[in-house]
């Protein structure tokens, strides 16, 4: 079973909607990170948080600890949001700094 | 705004032959790892590296596989004999501490035929 689920692995929305990407996670940690991979590959950091809220531009992150489970939203979207994001978290077991990533949700926004 | 940089963006290689996967972290940033992500599967980490030591390494990271920061800008991933099952995007990352956000870099697509 893996450490981080996401949901939904495939979503498509019209640009302007509201869209929401879930993450769920086993493990207990001591942060989350949401990400963007972009079809050229590259990764792009978007938020890391522990606990509550957190807003940038058009894009909020929200986590609960207590559910292990962590949502992404990006209001009025535009097709330049189409990309994958990845949620990806660290344990708090072990003093390790590493990430174990999700598998992912890909999103296209249709003009 | 500081990034942090790979070279090659792809690399070609025969199996059984060495590569090195370099990268220039952020400046001021301690902590530099590899992830590397196959294609089609998610990204899986590799090594963290720090004051010129691994801090962590991942099973995947196996005697095939070396890190090293040669001077004060580069870390470097080789890998001494690649095999088929390498082939894989790896990217590599940094952060300033122990549990602070991670930057990536654009990744080194590596083909090995």
């Known amino acids: 079973k893996n450490e981080v689920e996401q949901s939904p692995q495939n979503l498509t929305a019209q640009e302007g909607e509201f869209i929401t990407i879930n993450c769920s996670y086993s493990?207990?940690?001591?942060?989350l990170h949401w990400l963007q991979q972009h079809p050229g590959g590259g990764i792009v950091s978007l938020f890391m948080?522990?606990?509550g809220k957190k807003k940038h531009g058009r894009l909020i992150a929200t986590i609960n600890i207590q559910e292990k489970h962590s949502s992404l939203h990006i209001t009025a979207s535009h097709p330049r949001d189409s990309a994958v994001y990845i949620c990806?978290?660290?344990?708090?077991?072990?003093?390790?700094?590493?990430?174990?990533f999700g598998t992912g949700t890909l999103l296209a926004v249709q003009p | 705004e500081p990034e942090v940089t790979q070279t090659p963006s792809h690399q070609v290689t025969q199996m059984g032959q060495e590569v090195i996967l370099r990268c220039v972290p952020i400046?001021?940033?301690?902590?530099f790892y590899w992830y590397r992500q196959i294609l089609g599967q998610k990204v899986e980490f590799l090594v963290s590296?720090?004051?010129?030591?691994?801090?962590?390494k991942s099973e995947i990271f196996d005697d095939q596989f070396s890190v090293e920061r040669p001077d004060g800008s580069n870390f470097t991933l080789k890998i001494r004999s690649t095999k088929l099952e390498d082939s894989a995007m790896y990217f590599c990352?940094?952060?300033?501490?122990?549990?602070?956000?991670?930057?990536f870099g654009p990744g080194t697509r590596l083909t090995v035929l």
């Open positions: 990352a940094s952060s300033v501490e122990k549990g602070n956000e991670q930057f």
């Open positions: 493990v207990g940690i001591s942060a």
């Open positions: 948080l522990s606990s």
């Open positions: 990806a978290v660290r344990s708090i077991y072990g003093a390790t700094n590493k990430l174990i």
């Open positions: 400046s001021n940033h301690l902590y």
């Open positions: 590296f720090y004051n010129n030591e691994i801090s962590e």
